[in-house]
């Protein structure tokens, strides 16, 4: 088949994953209690992210059963920056399952019978996702301590977490560091709008697209 009609149908696929990341997130936002918003970026902010996610990977990976896989992952991540952003929440009812496929897929040899997820061996990913944790569970304390105010969220411990399991090394420090630098970027033009140093911005959605660039790879 053209790679440009692969590339199409995917980003069409995606457009309805993004659909139903929306859909999905209403749901769970009135079970949280929380009330959804109706602006435009909040309806159609997945369908377009998840459209252009999965055209892109549609692109770059292959085999299909490799792009599947993170495409699946992706709309994860796009569930958590939308709805970090419009809730300042990362789900344990989203992030918990998805901990748990990314460690199944981690011990799932895709290639080579006796290496699993981005070629590493079976305990790299879990191994990763609990030093991750641990390294954003240590800022969150200390960063508490020293400004008497929440720097890091848990949900922010617990995404860092995932993208150890689903990454594994040393990716997940490379997509921290991409969303780290996107979060300044932001950061830095929030003050420079405003002029003034004074709120805070959500970290979830940056470090979720981090790893989406780094899903962006191919196994290595």
């Not at 995606?14 to 659909?19: D, E, L, T």
């Not at 989203?94 to 799932?108: D, E, G, K, N, R």
């Not at 390294?135 to 200390?142: C, D, I, Q, R």
Request: with cysteine.
């Amino acid at each position: 088949m053209n790679s440009y009609l692969v590339v199409l149908t995917w980003a069409i696929v995606g457009a309805g994953a993004g659909w139903f990341v929306r859909w999905g997130s209403v749901k769970l936002a009135r079970l949280e209690g929380l009330q959804p918003g109706d602006k435009p970026w909040q309806r159609y902010g997945p369908v377009v992210l998840c459209a252009g996610v999965f055209a892109v990977y549609a692109f770059a990976l292959h085999p299909f059963s490799l792009l599947v896989v993170h495409s699946v992952f992706a709309c994860v991540l796009v569930q958590v920056i939308f709805f970090d952003f419009e809730h300042r929440l990362i789900l344990d009812r989203v992030i918990f399952p998805s901990m748990a496929l990314a460690v199944l897929v981690s011990l799932t040899p895709l290639v080579d019978k006796n290496l699993g997820w981005w070629q590493q061996a079976w305990w790299v990913g879990m191994a990763v996702g609990l030093a991750a944790g641990a390294l954003f569970l240590l800022l969150a304390l200390a960063g508490s301590a020293i400004f008497k105010a929440e720097a890091l969220g848990f949900g922010d411990v617990k995404l860092a977490a995932f993208m150890g399991f689903l990454l594994g090394w040393p990716y997940t420090f490379s997509a921290i560091f991409y969303g780290v630098l996107l979060a300044g970027i932001v950061s830095i033009g929030v003050i420079v709008w405003r002029r003034s140093m004074k709120g805070t911005i959500a970290y979830g959605p940056y470090l979720a697209a981090g790893a989406l660039i780094l899903l962006l790879y191919p196994l290595k």
